[in-house]
C-alpha cells in the first residue's frame, strides 16, 4: 500500500510499510490482537470507563474484519501498528482501533497508517474521515489535529452523564 518516503506518511528512512490487514493469517490476527490490547491498556489508568479495546480478542477481530477493513504497518516485518477502517452511511470512513507499538510511537507509524487511511478514503470516494478521541488523552487529541482532524461533538459513554469523547473529522479533497 504505501512506504515511508513514498507518500506513506512516515519519516523518510524509517523503513515502515502500511499494507491492508490479512484477516486469513491467525498469525497476524494474533499480532493485530496483541498491539490493540497493548496500546490500548497503556491508557487504563486515564480513562473512564476502561477502553473497551483491551478486550478485543481473535474472534473478535476475525469478526471485525469480516465487515470492515484493516491496515498493518509493519517494521522490519513486524506489525508495529494497526487500524480498522469502517464505511458510513454517505461515504464517510470511520478509523478505528488506532494502535501502535509503544516503542514505535514518535516515530512516524501513526502518520503513515493515517495517510494510508486517507489514500483509502479517495479511493472510494468518501469525504471525510471522522474517528473518536478520549477527551482525557490531550496527546492523541494533538496527533489527529496536527493532520487535520477538526474537534466536533461531545459525546458521552453509556452510563455517563458527561461528554468522555470527541468525534474529530478531516475533509478529504
Same mark, same amino acid.
Given at each position: 500500500?504505501?512506504?515511508?518516503?513514498?507518500?506513506?506518511?512516515?519519516?523518510?528512512?524509517?523503513?515502515?510499510?502500511?499494507?491492508?490487514? =490479512?484477516?486469513?493469517?491467525?498469525?497476524?490476527?494474533?499480532?493485530?490482537?496483541?498491539?490493540?490490547?497493548?496500546?490500548?491498556?497503556?491508557?487504563?489508568?486515564?480513562?473512564?470507563?476502561?477502553?473497551?479495546?483491551?478486550?478485543?480478542?481473535?474472534?473478535?477481530?476475525?469478526?471485525?474484519?469480516?465487515?470492515?477493513?484493516?491496515?498493518?504497518?509493519?517494521?522490519?516485518?513486524?506489525?508495529?501498528?494497526?487500524?480498522?477502517?469502517?464505511?458510513?452511511?454517505?461515504?464517510?470512513?470511520?478509523?478505528?482501533?488506532?494502535?501502535?507499538?509503544?516503542?514505535? =510511537?514518535?516515530?512516524?507509524?501513526?502518520?503513515?497508517?493515517?495517510?494510508?487511511?486517507?489514500?483509502?478514503?479517495?479511493?472510494?470516494?468518501?469525504?471525510?474521515?471522522?474517528?473518536?478521541?478520549?477527551?482525557?488523552?490531550?496527546?492523541?487529541?494533538?496527533?489527529?489535529?496536527?493532520?487535520?482532524?477538526?474537534?466536533?461533538?461531545?459525546?458521552?459513554?453509556?452510563?455517563?452523564? =458527561?461528554?468522555?469523547?470527541?468525534?474529530?473529522?478531516?475533509?478529504?479533497?
Amino acid at each position: 500500500m504505501a512506504k515511508t518516503g513514498q507518500g506513506g506518511g512516515a519519516a523518510p528512512g524509517s523503513g515502515v510499510t502500511v499494507r491492508p490487514m =490479512r484477516g486469513d493469517s491467525a498469525e497476524e490476527i494474533a499480532a493485530v490482537v496483541a498491539l490493540i490490547r497493548g496500546a490500548f491498556a497503556d491508557y487504563l489508568d486515564r480513562l473512564d470507563p476502561p477502553p473497551s479495546a483491551v478486550n478485543e480478542t481473535a474472534e473478535s477481530i476475525t469478526a471485525l474484519l469480516g465487515r470492515e477493513q484493516g491496515l498493518v504497518a509493519e517494521a522490519g516485518g513486524v506489525a508495529v501498528g494497526c487500524l480498522v477502517l469502517q464505511r458510513r452511511e454517505g461515504g464517510d470512513l470511520y478509523v478505528g482501533r488506532v494502535a501502535v507499538a509503544r516503542e514505535h =510511537r514518535g516515530s512516524g507509524v501513526g502518520r503513515a497508517l493515517m495517510a494510508a487511511a486517507e489514500a483509502e478514503a479517495r479511493r472510494l470516494g468518501g469525504m471525510r474521515l471522522a474517528l473518536g478521541v478520549r477527551l482525557a488523552l490531550d496527546g492523541n487529541r494533538r496527533f489527529f489535529a496536527s493532520l487535520g482532524f477538526t474537534e466536533g461533538a461531545l459525546h458521552a459513554h453509556p452510563g455517563y452523564d =458527561r461528554p468522555t469523547w470527541v468525534e474529530m473529522t478531516k475533509a478529504i479533497g
